[in-house]
């Protein structure tokens, strides 16, 4: 067992000692989140937007504990925002507009993770009168970003939350989230409403486990019902948050358990790979450290998805719905990396390849991809696995358990860098890089910011908050600061664009003299133009993320400046969906500062893509110099002015932005009134009931989330009438708590003149 190692100091709230020091490798503690950060993005140059579970926070909204917040990248500061339905493990990702969406969550809960307080027909809660939480197991929300220069008491800055308007078809709980190349989103298998893993044992029935897994695939805007996909059956169990990855062919890489296949969206035929070597698993709750690596004109833009760390655990110790039977916590993690190119573009058969093994093993690892094409990985944990829980099959008794509910120990502090473009054997380091001295475990959190630093946050491996416990809920916001913040100047680009398109016209970006010191030419041949997107971060994954290098040529001119002749993204939109993402100009491996751009026509629809434009030829000067000062690199975003680029209409129920500030209204003038008539969930939620561990299916002990069969309605009882689909005409906005429609007329899909009901922006 690893030693209890003095974290608790750290972890509780925000710490009295903020280091602003932006030094190259540091990691400095910059403020106070509000809420445990399980799920962040960054929504434009100025803001990162903040999910919690639904849970005690002591920050209060509207009279209950709030489990969302918007993080000002400049000031250092969280505001609370309201949410109703709890987001618990949702998934999420971006639309082509700029918008991001949240898909399924859990369960109304109340204190300690009880069942909240008023039943739907299934007996898990609908709502909970203590933490104003609403079902949030089918739930869709929309938010469009905002930048300061907007209203934030408007509707129109705030989330969209009303499942009785825009939901899923069915209840999910760690479901996969990946956009094709249209913008439409792909939601893929889950929890009905949770678990340690995704199967009873006996595993009887892989396929619907009792009612307990969502098996199937759907799409958001909908493409038709809910299908039946088969890798989820054959993968039960360790299939939660699936790793998925478009690729270039339109198909996507599916990996999960230790199954590898490529999936056809448009047909649902499945094409197997090769399995994962050493059967190490990658997805919740092994959490492995997965990402795919750059993608570069030098690698003609061949995805290759690299794995690392996880667990290698027999099959038998991850247990059930209940908990582990293994106590995971003196389960060394993996150390392994494997990297994957699902498509060869020499038409030869998909094969893992050895890579180097990390420097340590790691559970919760993160990738983040970094301007300058180096992988970080942050975060984890030396030992078992992400969860929580108050027993093992080998620990039946909560007081013995010793590292409180978490079920991982070890916590690793100091990041890592890896570079791909290293020969094998020394793409992994640290040298040089800080070592945080907060556990970041189970529901922490990283993104990349504007100016190339990277925001970490949360922690919580806790059924609820828990500021005693030897890993507690943390709030405490980091950030770290590369090797690159080393460069006494770094790059002051002029001239990028908002919108970007798949091929056409190239465009001119401006590299003055002062970005730069030496020689000219030197400089402009080794700057690079790219495209980063960081994703939607939960569960040490970041859903969506890319990084993609335009190709590029220049002209250097006599004062030293030079100008960057760039292309348009490639004209195939499966290499970077369509959507937000941030420019940045590197030289010399200094990344400039990251300006966000619209990739795509911002609607849902089949992007329009034209040839690829020549390039004009490299112009040189000889004589030609850089005159960067001194001056600190660190001087990040702050200097620099911000705007919040949304291109279009907000899809979904934003459709309406007219009329949403009226629904917001009515919702939030009855969410304290009884929920009893919500329509039903089938599931339970969290609970606290403490008995041995159970090896069955049937009624196991309920140390923290569990699902048994017993405890579900047949799945056919979703009603696919309440998913916002193509096929709806009119939808009017309905209270289910008080069973009354309002006077709010919603049509998402008007009229145009030309006849065909659309979204707002969005092609039906």
């Not at 993690?333 to 990390?358: F, H, I, N, V």
């Not at 942050?378 to 969860?387: E, K």
């Not at 004209?571 to 990251?594: D, E, R």
């Not at 112009?619 to 005159?627: E, I, M, P």
Request: net charge negative.
């Amino acid at each position: 067992m690893l030693p209890s190692l003095p974290w608790l100091a750290f972890g509780v709230a925000s710490s009295s000692r903020l280091v602003y020091a932006q030094s190259a490798g540091s990691i400095a503690q910059v403020g106070d989140s509000l809420v445990s950060a399980m799920m962040m993005f960054l929504g434009n140059e100025e803001k990162v937007y903040i999910l919690d579970k639904a849970e005690g926070n002591s920050a209060q909204i509207n009279g209950h504990p709030a489990w969302g917040s918007a993080w000002d990248i400049n000031s250092h500061t969280a505001t609370l925002m309201e949410v109703y339905t709890n987001t618990f493990c949702a998934s999420g990702m971006h639309l082509p507009n700029g918008s991001y969406a949240t898909f399924g969550g859990n369960g109304a809960v109340g204190p300690g993770g009880s069942i909240g307080s008023v039943l739907n027909n299934a007996g898990s809660g609908a709502y909970d009168a203590t933490y104003g939480d609403y079902d949030g197991g089918t739930s869709i929300r929309i938010l469009n970003p905002c930048t300061n220069a907007d209203d934030w008491s408007s509707s129109q800055c705030q989330w969209f939350d009303n499942a009785t308007v825009l939901s899923m078809q069915k209840r999910r709980w760690y479901s996969a989230c990946e956009p094709l190349g249209d913008g439409t989103i792909a939601l893929i298998g889950g929890f009905v409403n949770g678990g340690y893993i995704n199967r009873n044992t006996p595993n009887t029935d892989p396929a619907y486990e009792g009612g307990a897994a969502e098996p199937t695939y759907e799409f958001f805007p909908s493409r038709g019902a809910a299908t039946e996909m088969q890798f989820m059956v054959s993968t039960s169990g360790l299939n939660s948050y699936a790793h998925t990855y478009l690729m270039p062919s339109g198909k996507m890489l599916v990996q999960a358990n230790i199954s590898t296949m490529l999936w056809d969206p448009d047909t649902n035929t499945e094409t197997q790979l090769p399995g994962m070597p050493g059967n190490v698993v990658r997805v919740y709750p092994a959490s492995g450290a997965v990402a795919m690596l750059p993608l570069t004109p030098a690698n003609n833009w061949t995805p290759t998805i690299l794995f690392c760390g996880g667990s290698d655990m027999p099959d038998s110790y991850w247990g059930n719905y209940s908990y582990p039977y293994y106590n995971t916590w003196d389960y060394p993690a993996s150390k392994d990396c494997q990297r994957l190119t699902p498509e060869p573009p020499d038409g030869s058969s998909p094969a893992y390849q050895q890579d180097d093994d990390m420097l340590e093993g790691r559970t919760m690892g993160q990738f983040i991809a970094l301007p300058d094409g180096t992988m970080l990985v942050v975060n984890g944990g030396l030992n078992g696995t992400a969860g929580y829980a108050q027993a093992t099959g080998m620990t039946p008794n909560f007081s013995n358990m010793p590292y409180g509910e978490s079920l991982a120990a070890g916590p690793v502090g100091t990041p890592a860098i890896y570079n791909p473009n290293m020969p094998s054997g020394s793409r992994w380091s640290n040298a040089g890089l800080g070592t945080s001295n907060l556990a970041r475990l189970y529901h922490s959190s990283a993104m990349l910011l504007p100016d190339a630093s990277v925001m970490i946050a949360g922690s919580n491996p806790n059924i609820d908050v828990n500021l005693s416990t030897i890993y507690p809920t943390t709030y405490t916001v980091e950030v770290f600061y590369p090797p690159y913040f080393s460069a006494s100047v770094r790059p002051q680009p002029t001239g990028v664009p908002s919108q970007l398109s798949y091929g056409g016209a190239y465009f001119n970006i401006t590299v003055p003299a002062t970005s730069y010191s030496g020689s000219a030419n030197a400089a402009a041949s080794n700057t690079t133009v790219v495209l980063s997107r960081g994703g939607f971060t939960t569960h040490a994954m970041n859903m969506g993320q890319r990084h993609l290098q335009l190709n590029n040529t220049y002209t250097v001119n006599s004062d030293g400046s030079y100008v960057l002749h760039v292309a348009q993204a490639p004209p195939n939109p499966n290499l970077l969906q369509p959507g937000p993402a941030l420019l940045f100009v590197v030289v010399n491996g200094i990344p400039s500062n990251g300006t966000m751009v619209i990739v795509g026509s911002g609607n849902v629809e089949t992007q329009p893509t034209s040839a690829v434009s020549d390039l004009p030829p490299n112009v040189l000067n000889d004589a030609a110099q850089g005159t960067g000062s001194s001056s600190n690199s660190s001087q990040s975003s702050s200097s620099k002015p911000s705007t919040g680029l949304i291109v279009g209409a907000i899809v979904g129920a934003i459709a309406v932005i007219g009329i949403i500030g009226a629904a917001f209204g009515i919702f939030m003038a009855r969410r304290r009134r009884a929920a009893s008539r919500q329509h039903p969930a089938a599931a339970y939620a969290m609970g606290t009931t403490k008995s041995g561990y159970v090896g069955s299916g049937a009624a196991a002990a309920d140390r923290a989330r569990h699902s048994d069969s017993s405890a579900f309605v047949p799945l056919q009882q979703d009603n696919p009438s309440l998913a916002w689909n193509a096929s709806s005409v009119s939808l009017q906005y309905q209270d289910d708590y008080g069973g009354r429609p309002s006077d709010v007329a919603y049509d998402p899909y008007h009229p145009d003149p030309d006849g065909i009901r659309r979204v707002e922006g969005y092609r039906s």
